[in-house]
């Protein structure tokens, strides 16, 4: 039988949220709880592979247990009581044996959040700006990406992935109280995508660069052409879409 967890993640205290060798991640983490409380090994996929430092507001991971589960809400209580204050698991949902956290996906959110104004509080998970940027060029830009679907410009170098296509369908920049915020929304994204795809815009929006020329730098398909991978702590997976899971 297969399970779907739901649940979010500040990403600070991990090397990423994929299984790595000498260092703490996500998944091994929640692996770890999985397997003392069900009493068994269990592995889990998830929606996706976020870089060391980057939080998740939202994620999916699947995972396989023989046997029927009798209380969802004793499950995650035991569960998050082992995997610490950094990761909460909301919910367990039971679904069909061929149900995919990654693969069935049909959407995946990210938000950026920018801070002008220096903040004691907010900085731990943003962005800190002290220059003004020009956001209504950056937004111009925006729509410049979702004209295109080679991303490679903006992907992380020798990955292992069979295509840099993604379908954009939804980016922009706006303000949600102190901060600026960028939300993408695609189909997919490239290792390290969002965060290239932040620092190019800044450059827009520094006017170190044309909206022309953001354009140009796509085509290029060279990543070395893009602006510098931004930190890591502003960025969140925000949402991730399945066409089976009701919000």
Not at 131 to 144: H, I, P, R, T
Not at 227 to 241: E, I, R
Request: net charge neutral; charged share 25%; aromatic share 12%.
């Amino acid at each position: 039988m297969r399970y779907f967890l739901k649940l979010s993640y500040n990403g600070a205290p991990f090397h990423g949220w994929q299984v790595q060798p000498n260092a703490v991640s996500v998944q091994s983490t929640i692996e770890e709880a999985l397997s003392t409380v069900l009493r068994e090994n269990i592995s889990i996929v998830g929606a996706g592979r976020t870089d060391t430092g980057v939080n998740a507001r939202q994620m999916y991971a699947h995972f396989d247990y023989d046997k029927e589960i009798p209380d969802f809400g004793k499950l995650i209580n035991s569960l998050n009581r082992l995997v610490g204050k950094d990761i909460a698991i909301y919910d367990i949902i039971k679904v069909a044996d061929d149900a995919h956290a990654r693969f069935d996906a049909t959407a995946r959110t990210y938000k950026y959040f920018v801070t002008h104004q220096k903040s004691p509080f907010l900085y731990p998970l943003s962005w800190h700006c002290p220059q003004s940027l020009d956001y209504e060029k950056m937004n111009e830009a925006c729509e410049v990406l979702k004209r295109h679907i080679d991303f490679t410009s903006f992907s992380k170098l020798h990955t292992d992935v069979k295509t840099n296509n993604c379908r954009i369908d939804y980016a922009h920049w706006q303000k949600e109280g102190e901060m600026m915020v960028f939300t993408i929304t695609a189909d997919r994204f490239l290792r390290n995508m969002v965060r290239a795809v932040v620092g190019t815009l800044v450059e827009v929006g520094r006017g170190k660069i044309s909206v022309e020329e953001f354009e140009q730098i796509i085509l290029k398909k060279d990543r070395c052409s893009a602006g510098t991978s931004m930190p890591p702590q502003a960025l969140f997976l925000w949402k991730v879409n399945y066409d089976y899971i009701a919000e």
